[in-house]
């Protein structure tokens, strides 16, 4: 069940089918961000997406959805979709992985010969041979071999943002300019026009003696045998271009996504009321396939002649939107999603999202954290706003910079330190701190440039990350440690991005050059990634136990245990892409990582369930529950059990075996959530245990 997201806390229902049964699977909670190809085969109506590839049958309305996994869709950036008539198979392009092969029920997929290639269009001859326009070259593919052409380019750009194919077996590109070329030859003919293009334009066959070209500010010529004779500017930039059955060549246009359609240059607008339009296809019977960008919503739209409407639902999962900046554990052993549009909280038991927040006129929200039965968020143009019985505040106005706020944790006393680009400041839940130079504080706290904010409970420490270097703030004073100042900080690898802290209270720093610094409480130590570039950033860091989950913005995830780095990346994983924002680990142990493309992914990293419909659930319970640290289980049937139980960090901390009722001590533990796996030979059940 799917509803759309609520504003001010209202409830969200939404079912996830996250059935991971065996270990390290993986499993990704993104939505499609927009069509980019719809192609009719037979029944079905097959749509490339940013997002994915999903097929609908028209006539049953059954509407399937392809994951990225070893044997699968090998990328969710899926350009193209084209069938081979001649075999059946579908064919699919994407831009960062080459073409893949569908036969029905495996998939083969077809890297480029060489790396960092990214599709711009693909055609296929009636022989079942592909053409390809990259931004490496012009590739022919047959019999599972490339062949490339122009591999220089005919730009700095590339050598064809576009294809077309003619029956001679030359080709019509567009390039800065409109060409053909003859593969056969190796010989090259640029098209005389009174029009250029820097980038993204598009050629369109009517037949094989006129064409058109469009560039990428809107200007479209029109060639007949190798001639201009008419040029005419649109709306917008083009997108695509097609002819209807009656002869209109039709034009979809970036200008607001509308659809228009060129008559004697006359551009007709249809009906927007369903979205922004990103792709459409007519059909030899005039109906239209639309794909529409609707409130975050992406949605296919038929149009039948008599214009009878089916809207065509596309969103998958309950994930508010794909440009995920933050996951982090709730106060109750869940987890609370940051992303572009708002605040989520997934419940890990239910595999669900159950609440959403989202602030009227404030799309943009970098942090969030629960205090005191309160939400607080942290934007970078509205400052500190809090939710409390159903209504948004804003706070810090008039005190803390314009800039806004970007993120914050919470010490031990329960003050709220907030960092923004260029101050420092602590909320103690009535009014501000502002920590600049002007106040008392050391010069260099001017134009920091805070990246992130840790509150280390255990020596009652706050440390910033800056582009100055690790900023620390303990008994009132503040200090400095960089390469310049402090033994163990690498030179050059002082300007940091994010900090975290693992279970035996170790800080780490991530750097923006793919730097590791961490301080055991006395001394620092630092190390690089392993392919450490100049402009890498360390995003974000977690832990396991003893393993360590690095994030950087190009190279996905590193996994560092016994003094050895492993590389998770798109190329030798699920892992849906390597801009990977935020890393998280949940009470069961899995690692979820957000990125700005395709959402969440959740890497099962020990074999443990993420759904508790993949074992039968069992009669356990525990009480009291709240308790001052000694916990009862009771197992309903006559039955053996084990019990584990662990922190949120995943850590285990201890794990017995008993038969019907069993008594947990936790009074040596830190007050807060804790998750008691229950263990029988006829299921299992998780408990969360909450320690006051």
Same mark, same amino acid.
């Given at each position: 069940?799917?509803?759309?997201?609520?504003?001010?806390?209202?409830?969200?229902?939404?079912?996830?089918?996250?059935?991971?049964?065996?270990?390290?699977?993986?499993?990704?909670?993104?939505?499609?961000?927009?069509?980019?190809?719809?192609?009719?085969?037979?029944?079905?109506?097959?749509?490339?997406?940013?997002?994915?590839?999903?097929?609908?049958?028209?006539?049953?309305?059954?509407?399937?959805?392809?994951?990225?996994?070893?044997?699968?869709?090998?990328?969710?950036?899926?350009?193209?979709?084209?069938?081979?008539?001649?075999?059946?198979?579908?064919?699919?392009?994407?831009?960062?992985?080459?073409?893949?092969?569908?036969?029905?029920?495996?998939?083969?997929?077809?890297?480029?010969?060489?790396?960092?290639?990214?599709?711009?269009?693909?055609?296929?001859?009636?022989?079942?041979?592909?053409?390809?326009?990259?931004?490496?070259?012009?590739?022919?593919?047959?019999?599972?071999?490339?062949?490339?052409?122009?591999?220089?380019?005919?730009?700095?750009?590339?050598?064809?943002?576009?294809?077309?194919?003619?029956?001679?077996?030359?080709?019509?590109?567009?390039?800065?300019?409109?060409?053909?070329?003859?593969?056969?030859?190796?010989?090259?003919?640029?098209?005389?026009?009174?029009?250029?293009?820097?980038?993204?334009?598009?050629?369109?066959?009517?037949?094989?003696?006129?064409?058109?070209?469009?560039?990428?500010?809107?200007?479209?010529?029109?060639?007949?045998?190798?001639?201009?004779?008419?040029?005419?500017?649109?709306?917008?930039?083009?997108?695509?271009?097609?002819?209807?059955?009656?002869?209109?060549?039709?034009?979809?246009?970036?200008?607001?996504?509308?659809?228009?359609?060129?008559?004697?240059?006359?551009?007709?607008?249809?009906?927007?009321?369903?979205?922004?339009?990103?792709?459409?296809?007519?059909?030899?019977?005039?109906?239209?396939?639309?794909?529409?960008?609707?409130?975050?919503?992406?949605?296919?739209?038929?149009?039948?002649?008599?214009?009878?409407?089916?809207?065509?639902?596309?969103?998958?999962?309950?994930?508010?939107?794909?440009?995920?900046?933050?996951?982090?554990?709730?106060?109750?052993?869940?987890?609370?999603?940051?992303?572009?549009?708002?605040?989520?909280?997934?419940?890990?038991?239910?595999?669900?999202?159950?609440?959403?927040?989202?602030?009227?006129?404030?799309?943009?929200?970098?942090?969030?954290?629960?205090?005191?039965?309160?939400?607080?968020?942290?934007?970078?143009?509205?400052?500190?706003?809090?939710?409390?019985?159903?209504?948004?505040?804003?706070?810090?106005?008039?005190?803390?910079?314009?800039?806004?706020?970007?993120?914050?944790?919470?010490?031990?006393?329960?003050?709220?330190?907030?960092?923004?680009?260029?101050?420092?400041?602590?909320?103690?839940?009535?009014?501000?701190?502002?920590?600049?130079?002007?106040?008392?504080?050391?010069?260099?706290?001017?134009?920091?440039?805070?990246?992130?904010?840790?509150?280390?409970?255990?020596?009652?420490?706050?440390?910033?990350?800056?582009?100055?270097?690790?900023?620390?703030?303990?008994?009132?004073?503040?200090?400095?440690?960089?390469?310049?100042?402090?033994?163990?900080?690498?030179?050059?690898?002082?300007?940091?991005? *994010?900090?975290?802290? /693992? #279970?035996?209270? =170790?800080?780490?720093? &991530?750097?923006?050059?793919? @730097? $590791?610094?961490? %301080?055991?409480?006395?001394?620092?130590?630092?190390?690089?990634?392993?392919?450490?570039?100049?402009?890498?950033?360390?995003?974000?860091?977690?832990?396991?136990?003893?393993?360590?989950?690095?994030?950087?913005?190009?190279?996905?995830?590193?996994?560092?245990?016994?003094?050895?780095?492993?590389?998770?990346?798109?190329?030798?994983?699920?892992?849906?892409?390597?801009?990977?924002? *935020?890393?998280?680990? /949940? #009470?069961?142990? =899995?690692?979820?990582? &957000?990125?700005?493309?395709? @959402? $969440?992914?959740? %890497?099962?990293?020990?074999?443990?369930?993420?759904?508790?419909?993949?074992?039968?659930?069992?009669?356990?319970?525990?009480?009291?529950?709240?308790?001052?640290?000694?916990?009862?289980?009771?197992?309903?049937?006559?039955?053996?059990?084990?019990?584990?139980?662990?922190?949120?960090?995943?850590?285990?901390?201890?794990?017995?075996?008993?038969?019907?009722?069993?008594?947990?001590?936790?009074?040596?533990?830190?007050?807060?959530?804790?998750?008691?796996?229950?263990?029988?030979?006829? @299921?299992?059940?998780?408990?969360?245990?909450?320690?006051?």
């Amino acid at each position: 069940m799917e509803k759309t997201l609520t504003k001010m806390g209202l409830l969200l229902l939404l079912s996830l089918a996250i059935n991971i049964a065996s270990a390290n699977q993986w499993k990704n909670l993104g939505n499609y961000t927009s069509i980019t190809q719809i192609t009719p085969h037979g029944n079905n109506i097959w749509v490339a997406a940013k997002g994915g590839l999903m097929v609908y049958d028209k006539t049953t309305g059954t509407k399937t959805f392809f994951e990225k996994g070893p044997g699968a869709l090998p990328s969710l950036s899926v350009e193209r979709v084209l069938p081979n008539m001649i075999t059946g198979d579908i064919w699919i392009g994407t831009y960062d992985n080459g073409l893949a092969q569908y036969n029905g029920s495996t998939w083969v997929n077809y890297p480029f010969p060489i790396s960092n290639v990214r599709l711009y269009e693909m055609k296929m001859a009636p022989n079942g041979t592909i053409w390809c326009a990259t931004s490496r070259g012009i590739y022919k593919f047959e019999n599972g071999q490339y062949t490339g052409y122009l591999l220089n380019g005919t730009s700095s750009n590339a050598a064809a943002w576009d294809i077309e194919l003619l029956s001679d077996g030359t080709l019509l590109c567009a390039g800065n300019e409109p060409f053909i070329y003859n593969p056969n030859t190796n010989q090259l003919s640029v098209i005389p026009t009174s029009t250029f293009a820097y980038s993204d334009s598009k050629v369109y066959v009517a037949n094989d003696s006129t064409y058109y070209y469009a560039s990428d500010h809107g200007d479209v010529a029109k060639f007949v045998n190798g001639v201009e004779v008419d040029t005419f500017h649109t709306p917008g930039v083009i997108v695509e271009m097609q002819k209807d059955v009656h002869g209109n060549l039709m034009l979809l246009t970036q200008d607001k996504y509308l659809y228009t359609m060129y008559g004697t240059h006359t551009f007709v607008p249809a009906p927007d009321d369903f979205g922004t339009t990103t792709a459409f296809h007519i059909s030899n019977t005039d109906d239209l396939w639309e794909g529409i960008i609707n409130d975050n919503d992406v949605r296919l739209i038929h149009k039948n002649p008599q214009f009878a409407v089916e809207t065509i639902d596309l969103k998958r999962f309950g994930l508010n939107n794909n440009w995920v900046r933050k996951i982090k554990p709730t106060l109750d052993g869940n987890l609370m999603v940051i992303s572009q549009y708002g605040v989520q909280k997934f419940d890990v038991e239910q595999n669900t999202f159950v609440d959403a927040w989202q602030i009227d006129n404030q799309p943009n929200i970098e942090d969030a954290l629960e205090l005191n039965g309160k939400l607080y968020a942290a934007t970078p143009n509205n400052y500190l706003m809090v939710y409390e019985n159903g209504t948004w505040a804003e706070l810090g106005n008039g005190v803390l910079s314009a800039n806004g706020v970007d993120q914050m944790d919470v010490d031990a006393a329960g003050n709220i330190w907030l960092a923004g680009p260029n101050y420092i400041a602590k909320y103690d839940g009535s009014q501000f701190t502002l920590f600049n130079p002007w106040n008392g504080g050391p010069a260099y706290l001017e134009g920091l440039y805070a990246r992130d904010v840790h509150c280390d409970k255990t020596r009652n420490k706050v440390y910033i990350a800056s582009f100055k270097g690790i900023i620390e703030y303990s008994n009132g004073e503040f200090s400095l440690h960089n390469d310049t100042n402090t033994v163990g900080i690498m030179q050059y690898y002082d300007a940091i991005n *994010t900090i975290s802290e /693992d #279970a035996d209270h =170790n800080i780490y720093f &991530g750097t923006i050059y793919g @730097g $590791i610094i961490k %301080y055991d409480g006395s001394t620092y130590t630092s190390w690089l990634l392993p392919e450490h570039v100049g402009n890498q950033s360390v995003s974000s860091i977690a832990f396991v136990g003893s393993t360590m989950y690095v994030s950087d913005n190009l190279h996905g995830i590193w996994m560092y245990e016994n003094g050895q780095f492993d590389s998770l990346n798109t190329r030798n994983s699920p892992l849906t892409d390597n801009n990977v924002m *935020t890393l998280c680990v /949940d #009470a069961k142990n =899995n690692l979820w990582a &957000g990125n700005l493309s395709y @959402g $969440i992914d959740v %890497y099962n990293r020990n074999g443990i369930a993420l759904s508790v419909d993949e074992v039968p659930s069992i009669e356990a319970m525990a009480y009291p529950n709240p308790s001052t640290g000694i916990f009862n289980i009771s197992l309903g049937s006559a039955d053996e059990m084990e019990i584990s139980v662990s922190n949120l960090n995943g850590q285990e901390i201890t794990k017995l075996k008993a038969n019907t009722k069993a008594s947990i001590d936790l009074s040596n533990q830190p007050k807060g959530m804790y998750i008691a796996r229950v263990n029988t030979a006829i @299921g299992s059940k998780n408990i969360k245990l909450s320690f006051h």
